[in-house]
């Protein structure tokens, strides 16, 4: 079966304005969701906020607010803000879509910037990482490291940002299911926790440093991250513990 929805921010994450075609509107209870034909907005997942943004019927000029995209039903779907007219865009018609670009630009730096921190804690310390959640600017991991401390913890910041100023590229794969399996790096990322039905991985490489399962969007190259600043580590019990950082040039 073919997905009747194009779901552009998978394979290009810098894609902010597009035309699309609305498939169904549904406002019985609770806000109005708008499903269209094709769409830029990341739904949410792996510890990335849904986009926000606009979209705008062609035929008049009308604009509604995306206050959140969600996964519904296993499609994309935006969820707006009720105009106070009541007058919602209709099946058919014929929209552009914006992304609220300067919040999703800094959540793809910001997520990449977890995918470096995640590479070094790996890489120099072997710790796995065990969840984590990001705001545009600002985010934090949770590891298995029962040696972090205080004088680690300065050492990570400056490795992370020496790995970013390297300019490394970060590529985009999706891979047949068991040919993931076979990626010995990907099973730290509790790769084994998907559910049977998923046939397909992508996959996330900053190369050479970090590669992970993931269904976020980031940067092209590390480079766009500028660089980060542990701003606090918290135990979360002898052996969980949480690093928090934010970037350090946000209007970059
Ligand atoms: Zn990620």
């Not at 949410?44 to 519904?72: N, Y």
């Not at 099973?187 to 998907?194: A, D, K, Q, V, Y």
């Not at 900053?206 to 269904?215: E, K």
């Not at 590390?222 to 135990?235: M, P």
């Amino acid at each position: 079966m073919t997905a009747r929805v194009d779901e552009v921010c998978y394979r290009d994450a810098y894609a902010r304005t597009a035309e699309a075609r609305v498939l169904e509107v549904a406002s019985a209870d609770g806000p109005p969701l708008v499903v269209l034909d094709s769409t830029l907005f990341y739904p949410g997942g792996g510890g990335q906020p849904s986009d926000r943004g606009l979209i705008l019927r062609a035929a008049d000029g009308r604009s509604w607010t995306v206050r959140a995209a969600k996964r519904i039903g296993g499609e994309i779907v935006h969820e707006l803000d009720a105009p106070d007219d009541g007058e919602l865009p209709a099946a058919g018609d014929r929209v552009r879509i914006d992304v609220e670009w300067a919040r999703r630009y800094a959540l793809m730096r910001t997520h990449t910037a977890l995918h470096a921190l995640c590479g070094v804690v790996w890489r120099d310390y072997g710790a796995l990482v065990t969840g984590g959640n990001m705001e545009p600017g600002a985010g934090r991991m949770d590891f298995e490291f029962e040696t972090m401390s205080g004088d680690l913890v300065g050492e990570i910041e400056a490795k992370v940002n020496d790995e970013l100023r390297h300019a490394r590229d970060v590529r985009v794969n999706v891979l047949p299911r068991d040919e993931a399996f076979a990626i010995p790096d990907l099973i730290r990322t509790r790769i084994n926790l998907l559910p049977e039905g998923i046939e397909q991985i992508r996959t996330i490489e900053i190369v050479g440093l970090d590669l992970q399962a993931d269904g976020g969007t980031h940067v092209a190259n590390t480079s766009e991250v500028g660089g980060i600043r542990v701003t606090g580590y918290e135990s979360k019990g002898r052996i969980n513990k949480r690093i928090r950082l934010e970037l350090t040039d946000p209007e970059a």
